[in-house]
């Protein structure tokens, strides 16, 4: 099954295809939106033990030269001490403002290639190619790439939109069951803040098969989620933020942890049900909405309660991107498939959960 999503942006337009066995295909594809002489694979130490020869292959037969950079897994390779080591391979690959990278991997290299490619050379062209259902379905969309400081997740970044984004559903047969729990935790957070019927779809999934047999339809309909909330506010500035259910606590927890303890799937799942808990505390969420979205998130072995006290990521939260002077714009919801932005301040996570 083939599917495609167009992203329409005034300058930056660009299609998201969702195609099985993609990746044998690359070569091909990646010369009718981009012909130049040599293209550079990003990918982490796990992913290029399965695609990067299969990329690479498709590649060299289409006359492309052909370099791979291969980073360590996780977080913290997310950092500005990953750049200069990369830049400096780019340099002696001879790479110019014509060529292209291809980030090849989940949500860390697709962030990390991506703000290479926006800052080396003042910018050149960049592909993604997601393989965890993660980044299939949120991070590879959007144009945001960045890099992590101590003080904070995705602090230093642009916004930066690829030439394509790949999709090869057959990929996430390889993620272990952790990191396609990790991605269903994005796929949840669609359905909690813009569609009540996706929600109790997903609900309806109770195992791996499930969702495996749904997964072309559940990831073709969140990108379309996304790619409508990125083509009204490219930026981020109103509407868009709302993608971000979840991920101010997320972020925090998983900063304060140091990335070690938790997924950023499993961080954003505490973050989704704790900030719902909140939100009926303060009687701006219906009651019963945590509960139903405890409910979703135990099914899919995700963990959903907080066991940091706030007061020790009160310095995170502080530092989050959606921080506009003195006002905290928080993601809330009314209900399932109903949500909002709120204007608060720190005061919002004085009263713990």
């Given amino acids: 099954m083939k599917k495609e999503v167009f992203v329409g942006l005034a300058n930056n337009a660009y299609f998201i295809r969702i195609e099985e066995g993609i990746l044998d295909t690359i070569g091909e594809k990646l010369k009718k939106i981009h012909s130049c002489r040599k293209a550079v694979i990003i990918t982490d130490e796990n992913v290029n033990n399965y695609y990067t020869n299969k990329i690479e292959s498709s590649l060299i037969s289409h006359d492309y030269d052909v370099n791979t950079i291969v980073i360590k897994p996780g977080e913290m390779s997310k950092s500005l001490d990953s750049l200069p080591k990369i830049y400096n391979r780019l340099i002696d690959f001879e790479v110019t403002r014509d060529d292209i990278l291809i980030a090849l991997g989940g949500g860390v290299v697709g962030d990390l290639c991506g703000f290479v490619a926006s800052s080396f050379l003042r910018g050149i062209p960049f592909v993604q190619i997601p393989t965890s259902l993660l980044a299939q379905v949120d991070s590879s969309v959007g144009g945001k790439v960045g890099v992590n400081l101590d003080r904070g997740k995705n ?137 139903k979205i405890r409910e979703i998130l135990a099914e899919q072995g995700l963990p959903y309660e907080m066991d940091v006290s706030l007061k020790f990521i009160m310095e995170y939260i502080k530092n989050d991107k959606k921080n506009i002077g003195s006002t905290l714009k928080v993601v809330l919801l009314k209900d399932i498939g109903d949500s909002f932005i709120y204007d608060t301040t720190l005061d919002f996570f004085e009263e713990e959960i």
């Fill in 155 to 291: 602090l230093v970044g642009s916004f930066y939109n690829p030439k394509a984004v790949f999709i090869d559903p057959i990929v996430l047969n390889t993620l272990s069951d952790e990191y396609l729990k990790d991605g269903m935790a994005e796929v949840i957070k669609y359905g909690c803040i813009k569609d009540k019927e996706f929600f109790y779809m997903l609900k309806a999934l109770k195992n791996r098969y499930d969702i495996m047999e749904n997964i072309n339809e559940i990831i073709y309909h969140c990108c379309t989620i996304k790619k409508n909330m990125v083509e009204v506010d490219e930026r981020d500035l109103k509407e868009r933020m709302i993608l971000n259910f979840g991920h101010t606590l997320g972020h925090a927890i998983e900063k304060y942890y140091n990335f070690e303890k938790y997924t950023h799937g499993e961080a954003v799942a505490i973050g989704m049900y704790n900030m719902a808990l909140l939100g009926e505390k303060k009687g701006l969420t219906k009651k019963g909405t945590s509960n």
